[in-house]
Antibody, heavy 118, light 106 residues
Framework: QVRLLESGPGLVKPSETLSLTCGVP????????WSWIRQPPGKGLEWIGYISNSGSATYNPSLKSRVTMSVDTSKSQFSLKLTSVTAADTAVFYC????????????WGRGTLVIVSS | EIVLTQSPDFQSVTPREKVTITCRAS??????LHWYQQKPDQSPKLLIKYASQSISGVPSRFSGAGSGTDFTLTINSLEAEDAATYYC?????????FGQGTKLEI
């Protein structure tokens, strides 16, 4: 099991940028693809996008215009930025590891709740 | 995008019962269908991959079947600890998508 740990502000104001980071064991950072998945309170799961271990990102078209992902192998972490947030972006955000782009989601972080509110 | 539709949305069940959850895809996805279990206040956990492949550490009472557009997750002899929401997920085409979830109440 690969242990992942999300970190970032739990409260973001509307119209601002949500920024999250996921810490990964150093031995794993170059071995997986890394996704962000979100879950609004009481609702289902939505894939946001993934970044490969080489830094190539692929996003969900529904969020593509607002999402940027990056990976920093020297710090053994990857990041998510979601711009122009609204209350509809309030969710638990999970970082997830998987073997390749089109594969099952093997390893999940514990998740972090981000609330968008003024 | 590929839409996954699960049924039922909710089921009240009793211990030792056999439960079947179905997942239907809007387009054929071969066997690229995976199942997750999510307990309250926990992250999802991979239960079955590629429609029917078991995952190490997952009890043998969980099994999956199907291909193309129609898939099932079966839980034999349900236990109290199986109370959770179950999601299907397709990795056959981008974007990754999930079913709406099936909540089992025991």
């Amino acid at each position: 099991q690969v242990r992942l740990l999300e970190s970032g502000p739990g409260l973001v104001k509307p119209s601002e940028t949500l920024s999250l980071t996921c810490g990964v064991p150093p031995a794993s950072i170059s071995s997986y693809y890394w996704s962000w998945i979100r879950q609004p309170p009481g609702k289902g799961l939505e894939w946001i996008g993934y970044i490969s271990n080489s830094g190539s990102a692929t996003y969900n078209p529904s969020l593509k215009s607002r999402v940027t992902m990056s990976v920093d192998t020297s710090k053994s972490q990857f990041s998510l930025k979601l711009t122009s947030v609204t209350a509809a972006d309030t969710a638990v955000f999970y970082c997830v590891g998987h073997v390749a782009g089109l594969r099952p989601m093997d390893h999940w972080g514990r998740g972090t709740l981000v609330i968008v509110s003024s | 995008e590929i839409v996954l539709t699960q049924s039922p949305d909710f089921q009240s069940v009793t211990p030792r019962e056999k439960v079947t959850i179905t997942c239907r895809a809007s387009q054929t996805i071969g066997s690229s269908l995976h199942w997750y279990q999510q307990k309250p206040d926990q992250s999802p956990k991979l239960l079955i991959k590629y429609a029917s492949q078991s995952i190490s550490g997952v009890p043998s009472r969980f099994s999956g079947a199907g291909s193309g557009t129609d898939f099932t997750l079966t839980i034999n002899s349900l236990e109290a600890e199986d109370a959770a929401t179950y999601y299907c997920h397709q990795s056959g085409a981008l974007p990754h998508t999930f079913g709406q979830g099936t909540k089992l109440e025991i």
